[in-house]
């Protein structure tokens, strides 16, 4: 039987450990290209652990939370909008940190605003990304 439209199923416990091991290595890669240390890496997971975090990372097949999946997946898109935005690998890598103008920000770097800690802020700087490559905001 069919869902009605407005149903969305949710991600099974086995859907979340298919994608739990590749979406952590991929974070992890990720984080050494964006030169993060472990405890800006720790808030972006939103991971208050160390235990847990060096599980992760020693593993890297760990069933994790919607809200870690989430926030990589967040993550992922960010480090695609910059790659497609800014096609020096270098440049792409180094956004992050630096200081900028545009609205979101405020001055600081997008990093500076994702180390908030809370989801909402990747969500901000995913959308901005998004929108300057001529995305939906």
Not at 3 to 14: D, E, I, S, Y
Not at 31 to 36: E, P, R, S, T, V
Not at 77 to 86: D, T
Not at 110 to 124: I, K, Q, T
């Amino acid at each position: 039987m069919p869902l009605p439209v407005h149903a969305t199923p949710q991600p099974t416990q086995l859907d979340r450990k298919a994608v739990s091991g590749p979406a952590l290595r991929t974070f992890f890669r990720i984080a050494d290209l964006w030169g993060l240390s472990v405890e800006e890496q720790m808030i972006l997971l939103g991971v208050a652990s160390r235990s847990t975090f060096f599980k992760w990372k020693k593993e890297k097949d760990a069933l994790l939370p919607k809200d870690t999946l989430e926030r990589i997946s967040y993550l992922l898109g960010i480090y695609k909008a910059l790659q497609i935005l800014l096609p020096n690998e270098q440049v792409a890598d180094t956004w992050i940190r630096r200081p900028n103008a545009a609205p979101p920000f405020g001055g600081q770097s997008a990093l500076d605003r994702m180390l908030s800690g809370h989801v909402s802020d990747l969500y901000v700087v995913r959308q901005y990304l998004d929108a300057q490559r001529g995305g939906r905001a």
